[in-house]
């Protein structure tokens, strides 16, 4: 059974340049990364940052990093994370996949993006671990991820490890706007939303929830566009069972990593 855990990834670099609004997230990262296996044959990294139509396997031997950030410190655009890729296991993961019934194309030209590589700069800091990307579909349909995770679990090597790379709270507006308590309510009240689906022992039950996120109180205001909830749907799918919470403060607001 493979390790599983979603990780919020912060804003841009800002966690690996030291920004303080970001420490905590820093910390509880370094936390969770000795909760989890320090070798694994391989990271499965499913980040907010990468759509397509369809889902996509990064196959590339040594994919170079994806610098898609926009107005930091020239010294973030120097970040290096040469981790490996994993060609073979990418095809075998295919295969494995299509006999599923689940399609899942190959790209040998990808990179990795920064939702991959700043939490692995300070989780796996070594970079000798193989990583495989894996897209989102641009449908970011919950039930669609959850079917995915669910046949994704089948499909890997029993040590890997699986990340999940989002947000729990991604409205970038309300980001740089006043804290108000109608917004802290409202960031709470989604957190708690999403400790009790992820922690529930009713796998079945937390699926029915995530069909319906977007109704729930705060639901849209943590995420006016669900791309870096997803990855954490795809997770619970793929662990299939009672998570933990994580809570941390960054950026001045309330968020959660999850691990399995």
Not at 168 to 184: C, D, E, G, L, V
Request: proline content about 8%; hydrophobic content about 40%; aromatic content about 10%.
């Amino acid at each position: 059974m493979s390790a599983v855990a979603f990780v919020s990834h912060g804003g841009g670099p800002m966690p690996i340049l030291g920004d303080p609004s970001h420490d905590e997230l820093v910390s509880t990262l370094k936390g969770l990364a000795q909760q989890l296996p320090k070798q694994p044959s391989v990271i499965i990294m499913l980040s907010a940052h990468w759509e397509t139509n369809g889902f996509e396997i990064t196959s590339g031997a040594a994919p170079e990093l994806i610098y898609d950030y926009y107005g930091f410190p020239e010294a973030s655009y120097q970040l290096q994370y040469p981790a490996p890729g994993a060609p073979q296991l990418a095809k075998e993961i295919a295969h494995s996949m299509q006999a599923q019934g689940t399609s899942i194309r190959l790209n040998e030209t990808r990179g990795f993006d920064h939702g991959m590589f700043i939490p692995l700069m300070l989780m796996y800091p070594e970079a000798n671990i193989p990583v495989l990307q894996i897209s989102l579909t641009s449908s970011l349909s919950p039930s669609e991820h959850w079917l995915f995770g669910e046949r994704l679990a089948h499909s890997l090597p029993e040590d890997a490890l699986v990340i999940g790379s989002g947000f729990s709270f991604h409205n970038m507006r309300a980001f740089f706007a006043p804290k108000t308590p109608q917004m802290n309510q409202a960031v709470h009240a989604f957190q708690v939303w999403l400790d009790e689906t992820v922690t529930s022992p009713d796998v079945q039950d937390a699926q029915e929830r995530w069909a319906n996120w977007s109704s729930v109180e705060g639901g849209r205001f943590c995420h006016p566009r669900e791309e870096h909830l997803v990855p954490l749907i795809v997770c619970h799918a793929i662990a299939q069972k009672q998570g933990v919470s994580v809570p941390f403060t960054a950026l001045d607001v309330e968020a959660r990593h999850f691990i399995w």
